[in-house]
């Protein structure tokens, strides 16, 4: 999920967690979860009725295959957290994704059947709708909603019910106190439109990703209008959230009008060798103990539903702009539209 901070965009913030549901374990199935078992079905989707059937077969596999948006150092430790709760696990292997043409690539196996060496894969917010047909189609959703996996309900796709959330995008605001004092940064995102910012006083990214996460609180006309008057106040143009906070951090320049931290979003794939695994590995990520670990080696990394995490707790309390699964398929138009408000200029034909 991308999330961004309406106002004191400098400073700390959260959304507080409603609840976390237990796992069902063994026992007769209650007429409920029969009733949603028996819905889910006549969708087209793979309902469980108790968390043990699903353990009881990721046993028979004892292998899992998973591709990541997360950095290296947290592999070791969630793969021994996995391994400590299900002992049967034998071979577990990580491999990291990172960058557009990776995910390009992979998109391009995963259609022509030569992606099925992977259980799990990330599904980058760019390509959101490419991911979707070539993904299993359980029905997480309905099996957190009833406790048979310990998987807060708000990480997952409300209408595909197969994609999980795990991870939080926090959009920050990045300043050199050596070139502006910190009573002089925006409070908020306006701020960013007085007059003594006009001229070279920021620098704004011409992939617009930070300012398209504020449409899901403003909408999407304000938003663009907003853009046009962020460009309007003629700001330095920046490419790559690495490079600039770097040069803010060395001084080139006071302001950087957002950068953030990676949303992972995760499926399992329709020709994974190992899905029971796979949905077992989607549920140790989203509980609490997955949770610690990518707070502890990413920061501000876990998910704003995890109770305790650090993005969940330096956004409390804040009024937040949320880009969550209903704005998930409409994020690069709102990113195209924004872009086009900015007014660079076109080649000639």
């Known amino acids: 999920m991308r999330i961004t901070v309406l106002n004191r965009i400098v400073g700390s913030f959260t959304l507080p967690l409603l609840f976390m549901l237990t796992p069902t374990h063994a026992g007769a199935a209650s007429p409920s979860l029969l009733q949603a078992k028996k819905e889910a079905e006549a969708k087209g989707y793979i309902f469980f009725t108790t968390h043990d059937e699903i ?13 990541t948006g997360l950095e290296s150092p947290n592999f ?66 309905g099996m957190a909603k009833h406790g048979v996996l310990r998987i807060e309900p708000r990480m ?5 019910r197969n994609m999980v959330s795990v991870t939080s995008v926090l959009t920050v605001i990045p300043y050199n106190r050596k070139l502006i004092s910190e009573d002089k940064v925006p409070a908020k995102w306006e701020d960013f439109l007085k007059p003594e910012f006009k001229g070279k006083k920021f620098v704004l990214d011409v992939r617009p990703l930070q ?18 008057k962020l460009a309007a106040q003629q700001p330095v143009w920046g490419r790559g959230a690495t490079r600039v906070t770097t040069a803010i951090l060395n001084g080139e320049y006071p302001l950087y009008v957002g950068t953030n931290f990676s949303s992972i979003n995760r499926g399992i794939l329709n020709t994974a060798d190992h899905p029971y695994a796979a949905l077992l590995w989607l549920e140790f ?9 990518i707070d502890k080696y990413e920061p501000l990394r876990a998910s704003v539903f995890a109770p305790g995490s650090a993005t969940e707790q330096v956004t409390r309390g804040k009024e937040l702009s949320v880009v969550d699964w209903g704005h998930f398929t409409k994020f690069q138009d709102y990113v195209g539209k924004i872009f086009a408000a900015y007014g660079f200029p076109k080649a000639d034909k």
């Open 76 to 141: 070791r430790p969630l793969i021994n957290g996995f391994k400590q709760k299900y002992l049967f696990f034998t071979d577990i292997q990580i491999k990291e994704i990172s960058g557009t043409e990776a995910f390009q690539r992979f998109i391009l196996e995963m259609k022509s059947g030569k992606g099925n060496d992977w259980d799990v894969t990330d599904a980058s917010l760019d390509f959101a709708n490419e991911y979707i047909p070539y993904l299993m189609k359980y029905d997480i959703l």
């Open 55 to 67: 353990v009881a077969m990721a046993k028979n596999e004892g292998k899992l295959v998973v591709m």
């Open 285 to 293: 990520l989203a509980s609490p103990e997955g949770q610690e670990i």
């Open 156 to 160: 997952v796709h409300p209408a595909e």
């Open 211 to 228: 300012v398209a996460g504020l449409v899901p609180a403003w909408g999407l006309e304000r938003t663009v209008d907003f853009a046009r």
